[in-house]
């Protein structure tokens, strides 16, 4: 056998040990081939991608090469696919022509609910129409949605679509034919740079001008409507009378809330109930959203199933899950219509509606896949979503719900065990699962609540688990039942049931919101910080392994970003009012006069605002001056009519800035080294924000920030013909 040693031939070689480098390369590649169809989820990413993306250009951009990308790039990822390519090259390319579909689908939705914007008219006119539906009340009043006919210095073709009109007085019900006499502007603009732009949200609610009336409503003689305005205004109508019996069954006050939550109008909402439910963390359950959704059609579908299951000749002939299924799915379209479908409700009933149908498929109801497509179906039939907190706030809720689930551990069943223990351990489990499941949820809108409403609730999980059984098992489905019956009589048991819900619900709120400390102020990060979460919260969500945690701190961009230097002043659009920062406040020259404008800048810049003291300013009827340059940085003159020479100079001799709701034609000497701005920069700016620099003064303004897009283009007010 030769010199060799045998027992040497059977001793294996050594094993060659990996180095760290491969063993890191060999994990990662079982982290991405672990995926398999979960790549499929960001596809829906990629697309509201594509319409974000479309929403931050400054300028608008024409169809045409949109088009072509996505045509482009759709035919390469099927070529690909046709190819038999590998997935590092169909990957990309898919997610490149989800990408340029998303951008394509926000220009044509654009371009197809593009409509009349009013002017802004320098006198009061008069204005004819329908009122399609009541608006939720605001600071000045109650407020309606109009269909106008006839207003008077447009004509036909520049008439808005819809109004929204601040009306004195109760409302007037759907349906009734109107005519105001008030003031006619555009819908406004943002408050401050990058803050909340309302008139974007109403471009695509077909919006296209707001009125303030200066007297009562009166009726009017009016041609009959097209029949899909009467359809619309039917509908509304009975809408308004449900919530008017619900009033009328429980108080104003709780009958207020109920009516919210079933028909979607606030108008009896007393001020401080909605001041306790967003300082407690309960104000979503007001807004008709994915939770009133789930809570209506999850009751329905549990009902149903269960009255199949009794009866057992119809149990032996069908399928109880999917005749539930349907009975739900009828439930979610009813509800959808009863509400008044708001944009929230829609894009609530299109992801519980996916879930019906996907056990009517005999597929799994509550999935990551069913998620994604129920996100596809909202993002191309309302691209503008994506840009709003309601939708954000939604679906990174969700996606964190059902990560949760899929995370969950299967719970092993008991053996023997007796009844009081089996209770015992299954009440535990569901107060631990409410507990994970809230706070997994304000987890996962939490950047998004600090982006958008500068306010955290810092009691919002301790006031979301109180009240949570209480809203999912009673006060939703008496509230449900009751609407259902109450048309014909029957509803006051179950309404009184759900009245006795609101009542606690209430309590529960205004004690959270008494609490030291309830609420927090939260500066805005940069605006491309929030997209850095978004991405960090969804990666946690979707990826599957380990290396999902690697988004928990871009998840948590919004809260460690460190926040831009706070603005020196700030001068709201039109320059009626100002307000200027100091310390951790924000000093109002005008307090009651545009306030909502400045609360929402100052929460923004997460400060305090609180109103000007009377000592060290000088004040007229139509402006006011620091007496010395530490009273304040700004001269305010919100007349209508420009100050004199000597008035002027005396403003520009007090402040190093000087604001004049009117148009100045020439400055005195006085104002030399004085920033003055006028009527002619609010005009084309919109509000401004400006900081002090060793160089001078750096300003900012809205128009800058929102570019020249459909919904920020004015029309000349000169244009009315005079009709």
Same mark, same amino acid.
């Given at each position: 056998?030769?010199?060799?040693?045998?027992?040497?031939?059977?001793?294996?070689?050594?094993?060659?040990?990996?180095?760290?480098?491969?063993?890191?390369?060999?994990?990662?590649?079982?982290?991405?081939?672990?995926?398999?169809?979960?790549?499929?989820?960001?596809?829906?990413?990629?697309?509201?991608?594509?319409?974000?993306?479309?929403?931050?250009?400054?300028?608008?951009?024409?169809?045409?090469?949109?088009?072509?990308?996505?045509?482009?790039?759709?035919?390469?990822?099927?070529?690909?696919?046709?190819?038999?390519?590998?997935?590092?090259?169909?990957?990309?390319?898919?997610?490149?022509?989800?990408?340029?579909?998303?951008?394509?689908?926000?220009?044509?939705?654009?371009?197809?609910?593009?409509?009349?914007?009013?002017?802004?008219?320098?006198?009061?006119?008069?204005?004819?129409?329908?009122?399609?539906? *009541?608006?939720?009340?605001?600071?000045?009043?109650?407020?309606?949605?109009?269909?106008?006919?006839?207003?008077?210095?447009?004509?036909?073709?520049?008439?808005?679509?819809?109004?929204?009109? /601040?009306?004195?007085?109760?409302? !007037?019900?759907?349906?009734?034919?109107?005519?105001?006499?008030?003031?006619?502007?555009?819908?406004?603009?943002?408050?401050?740079?990058?803050?909340?732009?309302?008139? %974007?949200?109403?471009?695509?609610?077909?919006?296209?001008?707001?009125?303030?009336?200066?007297?009562?409503?009166?009726?009017?003689?009016?041609?009959?409507?097209?029949?899909?305005?009467?359809?619309?205004?039917?509908?509304?109508?009975?809408?308004?009378?449900?919530?008017?019996?619900?009033?009328?069954?429980?108080?104003?006050?709780?009958?207020?809330?109920?009516?919210?939550?079933?028909?979607?109008?606030?108008?009896?909402?007393?001020?401080?109930?909605?001041?306790?439910?967003?300082?407690?963390?309960?104000?979503?359950?007001?807004?008709?959203?994915?939770?009133?959704?789930?809570?209506?059609?999850?009751? *329905?579908?549990?009902?149903?199933?269960?009255?199949?299951?009794?009866?057992?000749?119809?149990?032996?002939?069908?399928?109880?899950?999917?005749?539930?299924?349907?009975?739900?799915?009828?439930?979610?379209?009813?509800?959808?219509?009863?509400?008044?479908?708001?944009? !929230?409700?829609?894009?609530?009933?299109?992801?519980?509606?996916?879930?019906?149908?996907?056990?009517?498929?005999? #597929? =799994?109801?509550?999935?990551?896949?069913?998620?994604?497509?129920?996100?596809?179906?909202?993002?191309? /039939? =309302?691209?503008?979503?994506?840009?709003?907190?309601?939708?954000?706030?939604?679906?990174?809720?969700?996606?964190?719900?059902?990560?949760?689930?899929?995370?969950? +551990?299967?719970?092993?069943?008991?053996?023997?065990?007796?009844?009081?223990?089996?209770?015992?351990?299954?009440?535990?489990?569901?107060?631990?699962?409410?507990?994970?499941?809230?706070?997994?949820?304000?987890?996962?809108?939490?950047?998004?609540?600090?982006?958008?409403?500068? %306010? /955290?609730?810092?009691?919002?999980?301790?006031?979301?688990?109180?009240?949570?059984?209480?809203?999912?098992?009673?006060?939703?489905?008496?509230?449900?039942?009751?609407?259902?019956?109450?048309?014909?009589?029957?509803?006051?048991?179950?309404?009184?049931?759900?009245?006795?819900?609101?009542?606690?619900?209430?309590?529960?709120?205004?004690?959270?919101?008494?609490?030291?400390?309830?609420?927090?102020? *939260?500066?805005?990060?940069?605006?491309?910080?929030?997209?850095?979460?978004?991405?960090?919260?969804?990666?946690?969500?979707?990826?599957?392994? #380990?290396?999902?945690?690697?988004?928990?701190?871009?998840?948590?961009?919004?809260?460690?970003?460190?926040?831009?230097?706070?603005?020196?002043?700030?001068?709201?659009?039109?320059?009626?009012?100002?307000?200027?920062?100091?310390?951790?406040?924000?000093?109002?020259?005008?307090?009651?006069?545009?306030?909502?404008?400045?609360?929402?800048?100052?929460?923004?810049?997460?400060?305090?605002?609180?109103?000007? +003291?009377?000592?060290?300013?000088?004040?007229?009827?139509?402006?006011?001056?620091?007496?010395? !340059?530490?009273?304040? !940085?700004?001269?305010?003159?919100?007349?209508?009519?420009?100050?004199?020479?000597?008035?002027?100079?005396?403003?520009?001799?007090?402040?190093?800035?000087?604001?004049?709701?009117?148009?100045?034609?020439?400055?005195?000497?006085?104002?030399?080294?004085?920033?003055?701005?006028?009527?002619?920069?609010?005009?084309?700016?919109?509000?401004?924000?400006?900081?002090?620099?060793?160089?001078?003064?750096?300003?900012?303004?809205?128009?800058? *920030?929102?570019?020249?897009?459909?919904?920020?283009?004015?029309?000349?007010?000169?244009?009315?013909?005079?009709?």
């Amino acid at each position: 056998m030769g010199g060799g040693s045998v027992r040497a031939a059977l001793i294996p070689p050594e094993t060659a040990i990996p180095s760290l480098g491969a063993r890191f390369a060999a994990w990662l590649a079982d982290e991405v081939s672990g995926q398999g169809l979960r790549w499929r989820l960001w596809t829906p990413v990629a697309f509201g991608g594509g319409c974000g993306v479309y929403f931050l250009l400054k300028a608008e951009p024409p169809l045409w090469p949109l088009v072509l990308a996505a045509l482009a790039t759709s035919i390469l990822w099927l070529a690909a696919r046709r190819t038999g390519q590998p997935r590092r090259i169909t990957l990309p390319l898919l997610m490149l022509a989800c990408f340029a579909l998303g951008m394509t689908a926000a220009k044509i939705r654009t371009e197809r609910v593009e409509g009349p914007i009013a002017p802004a008219m320098s006198q009061p006119t008069l204005v004819e129409g329908w009122v399609l539906d *009541v608006d939720s009340p605001g600071q000045r009043g109650h407020r309606i949605v109009v269909a106008p006919t006839r207003i008077r210095g447009l004509g036909p073709e520049a008439t808005p679509i819809r109004l929204r009109a /601040t009306i004195k007085g109760e409302p !007037p019900p759907p349906g009734s034919p109107v005519r105001l006499f008030g003031i006619l502007n555009p819908p406004p603009a943002p408050a401050s740079p990058g803050a909340y732009d309302f008139g %974007r949200n109403a471009f695509f609610q077909g919006m296209g001008g707001v009125v303030f009336a200066l007297g009562e409503t009166r009726p009017a003689q009016l041609d009959e409507p097209p029949w899909r305005l009467r359809l619309m205004m039917a509908v509304n109508g009975a809408r308004y009378a449900l919530a008017q019996r619900i009033v009328a069954r429980l108080g104003e006050r709780t009958g207020g809330v109920a009516a919210a939550m079933v028909t979607g109008h606030e108008t009896w909402i007393q001020q401080d109930d909605l001041d306790a439910m967003r300082d407690s963390g309960l104000a979503h359950i007001l807004s008709i959203s994915g939770l009133h959704m789930a809570v209506v059609g999850g009751f *329905v579908f549990f009902a149903v199933r269960l009255g199949v299951a009794a009866w057992p000749w119809l149990a032996l002939r069908v399928s109880g899950r999917k005749v539930a299924a349907v009975a739900g799915l009828a439930a979610v379209l009813a509800y959808l219509i009863v509400s008044g479908a708001p944009p !929230p409700a829609e894009r609530a009933a299109i992801t519980a509606s996916i879930a019906f149908i996907a056990i009517l498929l005999d #597929r =799994q109801a509550i999935t990551m896949h069913g998620l994604a497509v129920a996100a596809l179906i909202v993002l191309a /039939t =309302q691209p503008e979503a994506i840009v709003t907190p309601g939708f954000q706030m939604s679906f990174a809720a969700t996606a964190a719900l059902v990560a949760l689930v899929e995370a969950w +551990p299967a719970r092993p069943r008991e053996i023997s065990a007796p009844w009081p223990i089996v209770a015992v351990q299954r009440f535990g489990g569901w107060i631990f699962a409410a507990c994970m499941a809230s706070l997994v949820a304000g987890m996962a809108t939490g950047p998004f609540a600090m982006q958008h409403f500068n %306010r /955290t609730a810092i009691y919002g999980l301790f006031a979301n688990l109180a009240t949570s059984p209480v809203a999912d098992f009673i006060m939703m489905p008496a509230l449900a039942l009751g609407a259902l019956l109450e048309p014909v009589g029957l509803g006051g048991p179950f309404l009184w049931v759900a009245g006795k819900g609101v009542d606690l619900m209430l309590a529960i709120g205004h004690w959270t919101a008494d609490l030291p400390g309830a609420v927090q102020t *939260v500066a805005s990060a940069p605006d491309y910080v929030l997209p850095i979460a978004f991405l960090g919260v969804l990666w946690v969500c979707l990826w599957k392994g #380990r290396l999902r945690w690697l988004g928990l701190p871009f998840a948590c961009a919004v809260m460690i970003w460190p926040r831009a230097p706070t603005p020196t002043l700030w001068i709201g659009d039109g320059g009626t009012n100002a307000a200027f920062s100091e310390g951790r406040e924000a000093v109002a020259i005008r307090p009651g006069v545009r306030e909502f404008a400045a609360d929402l800048w100052s929460r923004r810049r997460g400060l305090a605002l609180v109103a000007r +003291p009377d000592e060290g300013w000088t004040c007229q009827r139509y402006g006011c001056a620091p007496v010395s !340059p530490g009273a304040g !940085p700004i001269a305010l003159w919100w007349g209508k009519r420009a100050p004199d020479a000597e008035a002027l100079a005396a403003l520009c001799a007090s402040a190093p800035v000087v604001s004049s709701r009117a148009r100045l034609s020439v400055l005195p000497a006085a104002c030399e080294g004085t920033l003055v701005l006028d009527g002619v920069d609010y005009a084309r700016g919109g509000a401004v924000e400006l900081w002090r620099t060793p160089q001078g003064w750096r300003a900012v303004w809205t128009s800058d *920030v929102r570019g020249d897009r459909p919904w920020s283009r004015l029309p000349d007010p000169d244009s009315a013909d005079g009709a």
